[in-house]
């Protein structure tokens, strides 16, 4: 009896219930049997091995009716199908096989490297603006033009203010 390619399907949920195949990656093995189904013809869709064979014929085929793909998503899908392929012949025509099975298992990386932790110098590129309130007179005046602020330090000499007001005057435009 021929293995019909319908099989690869419930061989993927074998595994999965396996633990042979993570969750993500066995959606992704079925999403890849989903695509080159489309382009199976009877024969193909009747054995596994044909399809195994024919695998380079169906791939142009399917590159020309999925002309709206990048050609590195269609290849992932390719290598998806071969790797089913290839694990259930291996594993899925005896299915006593499978506990024979090691499944790869991926570490998981941490969001943060310790190194990435560490502190780089700090690099000053201009004088802190924190002034606390207690210490300043904070005047805003709003005019036609725009808003003007002045800080004045709430211990200010008549000299300093004097030196103030006199920059202010030179300022005014006479029209």
């Known amino acids: 009896m021929q293995d019909k390619f319908t099989d690869l399907y419930d061989f993927i949920d074998f595994a999965k ?3 042979k195949y993570a969750d993500s990656t066995a ?3 079925k999403s890849a049997l989903k695509i080159f189904e489309k382009e199976l013809n009877e024969e193909e869709l009747k054995s596994i091995d044909m399809v195994g064979k024919s695998i380079g014929e169906i791939f142009r085929s399917l590159v020309i009716a999925n002309k709206d793909k990048s050609i590195v998503s269609l290849n992932t899908y390719k290598a998806r199908l071969t790797k089913v392929i290839k694990d259930y012949k291996r594993y899925g025509a005896e299915p006593s096989k499978i506990q024979h099975w090691v499944a790869k298992t991926r570490k998981s990386t941490p969001l943060l490297i310790k190194k990435d932790k560490v502190d780089k110098n700090k690099i000053v590129l201009s004088k802190s603006i924190y002034a ?3 210490k300043h007179h904070k005047i805003t005046l709003s005019f036609d033009y725009g ?6 330090p709430k211990n200010i000499n008549v000299k300093d203010a ?3 007001k006199n920059i202010i005057d030179s300022l005014i435009i006479d029209n």
């Open 27 to 29: 959606d992704n093995l």
């Open 162 to 164: 004097k030196i103030i």
């Open 147 to 152: 808003n003007v602020e002045i800080l004045i």
């Open 17 to 19: 219930a396996n633990k």
């Open 132 to 134: 606390p309130v207690e």
